[in-house]
Nanobody, 114 residues
Framework: QVQLVESGGGLVQPGGSLRLSCTAS?????MGWYRQAPGKQRELVAM???????NYGDSVKGRFTISKSPSLLTAYLQMNSLQAEDTAVYYC???????????WGQGTQVTVSS
């Protein structure tokens, strides 16, 4: 069974930066993050494939950057120019090289506030 362990959330002031990490228990085909703010639907933040193809949600383009370890055991999300609207629980997700099933991490809170 695939497990995803997230780290790096926390409290940051507007305009600040945070870096999230997500480490999988097996090599992955794709990994990334979705986020969910209170009262809102879960939305795409960024995804990356084993080959390095990247996809970003419209609200984070130009501010967030996703990267990975060579074997896609770990993905990283560098978040710059954070705004109050980025406050949400960020969930790591992905598909392993062994299964098409989508796996979710436990979520990490990101709060942008002065």
């Amino acid at each position: 069974q695939v497990q995803l362990v997230e780290s790096g959330g926390g409290l940051v002031q507007p305009g600040g930066s945070l870096r999230l990490s997500c480490t999988a228990s097996v090599n992955m085909f794709s990994m990334g993050w979705y986020r969910q703010a209170p009262g809102k639907q879960r939305e795409l933040v960024a995804m990356i494939t084993r080959a390095g193809a990247k996809n970003y949600g419209d609200s984070v383009k130009g501010r967030f950057t996703i990267s990975k370890s060579p074997s896609l055991l770990t993905a990283y999300l560098q978040m710059n120019s954070l705004q109050a609207e980025d406050t949400a629980v960020y969930y790591c997700t992905g598909r392993s090289i062994l299964s098409a099933d989508l796996t979710w991490g436990q979520g990490t809170q990101v709060t942008v506030s002065s």
